[in-house]
């Protein structure tokens, strides 16, 4: 009796889930764009002809127009396709698509650090501080400069990858931390790993799928609790580093991000604001290595990929290193405008992959009519960058690799606004000048020193399939750097 009693509850208790889920989809479902319809809590994670939307966002611009309604699960998320409307967006709408989006993974990562309120002082504090402290200016040039040269002299028998990110990861952890680590050393490529598998895993179906249901994953073992174990053990060498630099903290000098931050704390102690305490230092010091080491790094073993695959494009860039610069001095910052064609390359490798950006959502700050619809405050939008990046009214061959979009009729850098890599208005990445920095001086000094070349099976694949492969897997293509006689 009492089993029967217990089932039936139980049923019950499901039928209430369901009905409540469908009826809360169905209110929200028509109060926003149309789009492909969803199953229910599951929404559209797993219909192969929606995601990844960086794969069938085409097929569903034909079909719903530029701006549509997507279910991650039980959660809808606006997309916007094409440079009108993520440009309308972003830029002339910035304001009210500026908010942040409650993420479940990084509540999880953080355990709740960091207020909306206070996200956006300590991003205001962020700019304002690697601004001053460098970013964009010759420091900060020349601590690339210097790892660029750890860089070369430590490819010689290694599989250039692999070093790539250790050299990426060791120009943000000087930042940070004030000091850069050896590519042997078996903490830092650990850490480089965690946070490999970090950025891996928020671009995942499982890290969409956590991201729906969290608090059911939750109850279950499986890689995501790998992950947040990895994310407690790198939170707690951040926090060691953390203990050190106030022992050791002198303000007439000094060091590095992590002494900003202290200071500012100790000067704001006595105001009634708990915004720049340790924790909060922990998990933005925590952000920063992710942001700072996945993208550029990714971009940078893209740009080797490309070079190996188009061999004609890789001599032309060598050819205007050479004629810019002497065998024996370093790229720097200065040159970037007397190479031409090298910046337009660059910039083709930041325009032509196909990048999945759904996993992090902007959302509306208030409530918001955009073209025809009222979002309510607090809606999840996606700019599919994607989408812009090969929009055929921006881009002259948006399916091919082409440097040309980025030259002008004399061959010189041409601007394009459509080139949105590391988002917009309020929502732009805080380290894009560190990024484009690294992407120009690591790129000119590899090529500078090495000619890079395909091995194995990957010789035979074309360029998009290359692409393809390294983002399915996370494991770029197999390549040796050839040293250039100078």
Same mark, same amino acid.
């Given at each position: 009796?009492?089993?029967?009693? =217990? ?68 959660? *809808?998320?606006?997309? !916007? ?24 993974? #990084? ?53 250039? =990858? ?10 943000? #952890?000087?930042? +940070? ?11 830092? $490529? ?17 890290? !969409? ?7 059911? !994953?939750?109850? %279950? ?5 790998? +992950?947040? #174990? ?20 002198? *303000? ?8 900003? %931050? ?83 390359? +660059?910039?083709? +490798?930041?325009?032509? *992959?196909?990048? #999945?950006?759904?996993?992090?959502? @902007? ?65 732009? @990445? ?32 074309? $360029?998009?399939?290359?692409? =393809? ?18």
């Amino acid at each position: 009796m009492e089993v029967a009693v =217990t089932g039936a509850l139980l049923l019950l208790w499901v039928l209430f889930i369901f009905i409540f889920y469908s009826l809360k989809m169905y209110k929200e479902k028509s109060q926003l764009p149309p789009g492909p319809t969803p199953w229910f809590f599951l929404g559209n994670l797993l219909q192969k002809d929606v995601m990844p939307l960086s794969k069938n966002y085409s097929k569903l611009v034909e079909k719903y127009g530029p701006m549509f309604t997507v279910w991650m699960g039980p959660k *809808p998320v606006v997309v !916007l396709c094409g440079f009108d409307a993520v440009k309308d967006a972003l830029m002339d709408h910035a304001e009210e698509f500026g908010g942040r989006i409650s993420s479940p993974i #990084s509540d999880r990562m953080t355990k709740g650090h960091g207020s909306d309120m206070e996200w956006r002082e300590l991003r205001r504090f962020t700019v304002m501080t690697l601004r001053d402290f460098g970013m964009g200016k010759r420091s900060m040039s020349e601590r690339v400069q210097e790892e660029a040269v750890c860089l070369v002299e430590a490819l010689a028998g290694f599989d250039p =990858t692999t070093r790539i990110t250790s050299a990426v990861s060791n120009v943000i #952890s000087s930042v +940070i931390f004030g000091t850069r680590f050896d590519y042997a050393d078996k903490t830092f $490529l650990k850490h480089q790993r965690i946070i490999e598998n970090q950025v891996d895993f928020f671009q995942s179906f499982l890290g !969409l799928l956590y991201s729906a249901v969290p608090k059911i !994953l939750d109850c %279950f073992p499986g890689r995501h609790q790998k +992950i947040f #174990s990895d994310t407690d053990e790198l939170c707690s060498f951040i926090r060691e580093n953390v203990k050190v630099h106030r022992q050791t903290l002198d *303000p007439q000098n000094i060091r590095d991000y992590i002494d900003c %931050f202290l200071i500012k704390s100790e000067k704001e102690q006595r105001s009634a604001s708990d915004t720049f305490r340790t924790e909060n230092l922990v998990m933005t010091a925590f952000g920063l290595c992710l942001a700072g080491t996945g993208t550029t790094s990714f971009f940078l073993i893209s740009s080797l990929m490309v070079m190996a695959k188009l061999p004609h494009i890789q001599a032309k860039v060598q050819q205007e290193i050479d004629e810019v610069m002497s065998a024996t001095r370093a790229p720097s910052m200065e040159d970037r405008v007397r190479m031409p064609f090298t910046n337009a390359v +660059i910039h083709e +490798i930041l325009r032509y *992959p196909l990048l #999945s950006n759904e996993a992090a959502p @902007c959302t509306t700050s208030c409530d918001t009519k955009f073209r025809g619809f009222t979002f309510p405050k607090g809606t999840a939008v996606t700019p599919l960058f994607t989408s812009v990046h090969r929009d055929p009214l921006q881009w002259e061959t948006p399916e091919q690799f082409n440097p040309g979009h980025f030259l002008d009729e004399k061959g010189q850098f041409k601007k394009k606004d459509a080139l949105i890599v590391f988002s917009a208005g309020k929502r732009a @990445c805080i380290g894009e000048a560190l990024a484009r920095m690294e992407l120009f001086l690591f790129f000119s000094t590899l090529l500078q020193n090495f000619t890079f070349q395909l091995v194995g099976a990957a010789k035979d694949m074309d $360029l998009a399939s290359l692409f =393809t492969e390294f983002r399915a897997k996370n494991v770029s293509p197999l390549m040796k750097a050839i040293r250039r006689s100078m």
